[in-house]
């Protein structure tokens, strides 16, 4: 990430933070992971545990060392061990808690709210998430979240959240098509329910991050393909496997960088997959999750109708969301990230939302106005 400009620092304002090294995930490694722990069988063994105070506990996760890290100037690790375990031991989400402090740094230094808070000055924010939690001085507002802090205070363009819900450490003026998915995610700005497409823009294969060539198309499938592996209750790291392994060991290999060329031109390709995704009436070897299915429950399917099963979810979603008067105007990101180049001298460093929205749209047979149409909802058999 911070190779390639796509590390939130100071609250958003920049993609690479000078002293990364200090908190980064080798650091991490090296320096003070005991062991990887994770569900019995996994090869993975997602979580990290660390000391903190003399006990093993809880690692933190990749969001939580970019957003402690480099989001609030801190190149403290053992810092953010310790405020990871105290934020999850509090009940409360690390990446939103995070990210609400940057907007309170930032409404600071900018005059908006005089709260003594500054990027880079840790001594005082030990006590800030027990203050959160329970409702106390400075937390008690902290707790409204940056979004309604900003109504509040001002900032509304460096508040980087969608629809009320803080972003990950993802920089999205580096892979556009990330910020399409935070910003029509279901569940605000979420990167998981938005569809992880920084996995093709940088971090898994390096397909061009500043088009929206291709991103809205690739941006349906992946929310509707994780929309699934959720439903089915299986593991959504899982969904790496998605990847023939070579195309992410070999990243200069001839396969991956013809595979990075191509990928902005499919958009057509995927849009007739998923519009027509029962016609796929075949498991596709590059994903096992269909015949996990079959062999955990007898229960036949193809990749076509698991496709099927993730857009009726996330369609069924949008359709009572709806109900609740959301529409195109929530589906939104802070002007930071749409209006402010995150590189001065490059124009196309900002995240071209609406052209993308357009064609999402299109894609998912929602409206102008990001509502699902009457014919999408009785294909899906979501309304008779
Ligand atoms: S199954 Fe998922 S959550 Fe469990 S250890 Fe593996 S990657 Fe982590």
Request: hydrophobic share 35%; glycine share 12%; with cysteine.
């Amino acid at each position: 990430m911070q190779m390639r400009k796509m590390l939130s620092t100071k609250n958003y304002n920049y993609g690479q933070y000078e002293d990364f090294e200090k908190v980064n995930g080798e650091t991490l490694a090296e320096g003070y992971n005991i062991v990887n722990k994770g569900c019995l069988t996994c090869p993975i063994k997602c979580a990290r545990t660390v000391r903190v105070n003399g006990e093993a506990v809880k690692g933190p996760e990749l969001e939580t060392l970019g957003l402690l890290g480099g989001g609030i100037l801190n190149n403290n690790l053992q810092k953010i061990l310790d405020w990871n375990n105290e934020i999850d031991e509090l009940g409360m989400d690390t990446i939103s808690a995070s990210s609400t402090l940057a907007y309170a740094m930032e409404a600071n230094e900018k005059g908006l709210w005089n709260n003594g808070l500054e990027f880079g000055k840790i001594d005082n924010i030990s006590q800030i998430w027990e203050d959160i939690a329970h409702r106390r001085g400075i937390g008690d507002e902290l707790a409204e979240g940056s979004k309604r802090l900003s109504e509040k205070y001002g900032g509304k363009e460096f508040a980087i959240q969608s629809k009320g819900l803080e972003l990950a450490a993802y920089e999205p003026r580096r892979a556009v098509g990330q910020g399409l998915g935070y910003a029509v995610s279901n569940r605000g700005g979420c990167h998981l329910n938005g569809g992880y497409m920084v996995i093709l823009e940088g971090l898994g294969l390096n397909t061009d991050s500043q088009t929206p060539k291709g991103k809205a198309d690739f941006t349906m499938m992946f929310q509707d393909l994780m929309e699934t592996i959720s439903a089915s209750g299986q593991c959504l790291f899982t969904s790496y496997a998605f990847f023939p392994g070579f195309l992410i060991t070999r990243p200069n290999g001839g396969i991956t960088t013809t595979a990075n060329k191509l990928i902005p031109h499919l958009g057509g390709v995927i849009r007739v997959m998923n519009r027509f995704s029962p016609a796929i009436a075949m498991h596709l070897p590059v994903f096992h999750h269909t015949k996990m299915f079959k062999y955990a429950l007898g229960m036949p399917m193809t990749f076509g109708k698991y496709l099927r099963i993730g857009e009726r979810g996330y369609t069924l979603e949008r359709y009572v969301s709806m109900r609740f008067g959301v529409s195109a105007k929530d589906d939104t990101l802070p002007k930071r990230l749409t209006h402010t180049p995150q590189d001065a001298n490059d124009p196309k460093t900002v995240v071209p939302l609406e052209k993308m929205k357009k064609v999402y749209y299109k894609a998912r047979g929602w409206d102008k106005d990001g509502k699902p149409t009457n014919s999408t909802l009785r294909r899906l058999q979501i309304v008779k």
